[in-house]
């Protein structure tokens, strides 16, 4: 962008939330269609971004902490009993088998499926760890996973996840039998690790699977996992 | 859903990781979030409506807000903390708006007011936020000061270009000018003193 163009007025304004609704409304209009506007808005958001972050700062009153989290907690009560919905286990229509896994770009199969115990003690929360390698089916791949059991829930952590393309999520599932229930979903960082959080209960599940689905995650899985980890 | 994550457990998930979890509801991933932010966020609110009865206020709405909101958090929309902060600057405006104040603060130069009251003790959290803020302040700093008002002006104070060129008598080109070269210089000197990018990374 010219550095005369006077649209850069009016993108620093908006910016800072200073430009009035109307002609936000058209340059908002004017920004989806020009690419030197985003790119100029992309450059400035660093600085409006660390303008909250000269004022003094405070602490939050415990009141309020609370006061909200009271509400959340009742919030939260109220909502309680109504069970995560189990969804049959099709991946989009694939079926699990070594053909199909070949298929795809990239597959892993737990290999430590008994995984071994870390610390039993101390917050009196078992813990354990299931580790995690390419299969020799699977495209060669270096990607590096493991299950850390935190009592009944866990922490799947990757390491050289292969990157996503735009708009995609890997999503987590708890596998139960022939049935699934959505976990979470996460993006690798750049350098392809990730902590992913699954939520329990996970006693008598069998595996916590891996899937590419789109952006927001799916109702059901889509693909073919690329990564499970099974439990029993 | 209630949350069968350990404390421990959920302290290690990154924002974003957390944000996953609140917008499914889970008042124990909620909390983290809060404790996170909260900081931050009424440091902003009290600086914006310069009453701590207000921003207390403000906060609790803005996080129950969140809470019970069905949009979740989008990643494309920048990090937890801006996401967080943006809402908190937007209700902060709107309560001045609803002249549910009675002081609004028009510049850089109010830091004493909030002198008065540090932390008691500090969290290394804390300590990071008033490192950073220091280091923050001392960039704005730099700047000639007339730049730095209508910057203030505009993200403090919730004012438009318009309003602050009626406020300050001063044509309303010569504002659009002095913001934009303002935040120019800004982001430009933040990337060159601090690191931008790393400084935004520090964020506790």
């Known amino acids: ?232 | 859903m209630a949350s069968k994550l350990s404390r421990a457990a959920l302290d290690r998930l990154g924002d974003e990781e957390l944000m996953i979890l609140v917008d499914r509801k889970d008042p124990d991933a909620f909390e983290r979030f809060y404790d996170r932010h909260s900081g931050a966020a009424f440091s902003l609110a009290h600086r914006i409506v310069g009453d701590r009865v207000l921003a207390q206020d403000v906060i609790q709405e803005a996080f129950l807000s969140v809470w019970r909101s069905r949009v979740p958090y989008d990643s494309a929309r920048g990090s937890v903390r801006s996401w967080t902060l943006g809402i908190i600057r937007n209700r902060s405006i709107d309560a001045l708006r609803r002249g549910a104040s009675p002081t609004r603060k028009l510049d850089l130069d109010d830091d004493a007011v909030l002198e008065g009251r540090p932390a008691a003790e500090m969290t290394d959290s804390e300590a990071i936020r008033r490192e950073m803020a220091g280091r923050v302040r001392g960039v704005l700093g730099e700047l000639p000061r007339e730049q730095s008002q209508v910057i203030a002006l505009a993200y403090f104070g919730g004012f438009s270009q318009s309003e602050i060129a009626e406020m300050l008598g001063a044509p309303l080109g010569t504002i659009k000018g002095r913001m934009r070269l303002g935040l120019e210089k800004l982001r430009a000197a933040l990337a060159e003193s601090m690191g931008v990018e790393s400084v935004i990374e520090a964020l506790p």
Not at chain 1, 75 to 84: C, E, N
Not at chain 1, 154 to 163: A, C, F, K, Q
């Open chain 1, 1 to 232: 962008m010219n550095e005369a163009d006077p649209r850069r007025d009016d993108l620093t304004a908006y910016a800072l939330g200073a430009l009035e609704p109307g002609p936000a409304a058209d340059l908002e209009e004017h920004i989806a269609g020009c690419g030197a506007c985003r790119e100029y808005l992309r450059w400035l958001r660093p600085a409006v971004e660390l303008l909250p972050a000269s004022v003094e700062q405070l602490r939050a009153p415990p009141a309020v902490r609370k006061a909200v989290l009271a509400e959340v907690r009742a919030d939260a009560a109220r909502t309680a009993g109504a069970r995560p919905r189990l969804r049959q286990l099709s991946f989009g229509g694939f079926a699990l088998r070594p053909a199909m896994a070949l298929g795809a770009t990239l597959a892993l199969v737990v290999a430590g499926v008994g995984g071994y115990l870390l610390h039993g003690s101390g917050s009196g929360i078992p813990h354990s760890v299931v580790g995690a390698r390419p299969t020799a089916v699977a495209s060669p791949g270096t990607v590096r996973a493991s299950l850390e059991r935190v009592g009944d829930s866990g922490i799947l952590v990757v390491d050289r996840m292969p990157p996503l393309p735009r708009r995609s999520v890997y999503e987590v599932w708890v596998q139960r039998g022939d049935m699934v229930r959505r976990a979470s979903t996460f993006v690798p960082n750049k350098d392809g690790t990730a902590n992913a959080a699954v939520p329990g209960p996970l006693d008598g599940a069998s595996a916590v699977l891996v899937t590419k689905e789109p952006r927001g995650g799916s109702i059901a899985p889509s693909t073919v996992p690329l990564l499970r980890a099974p439990l029993n």
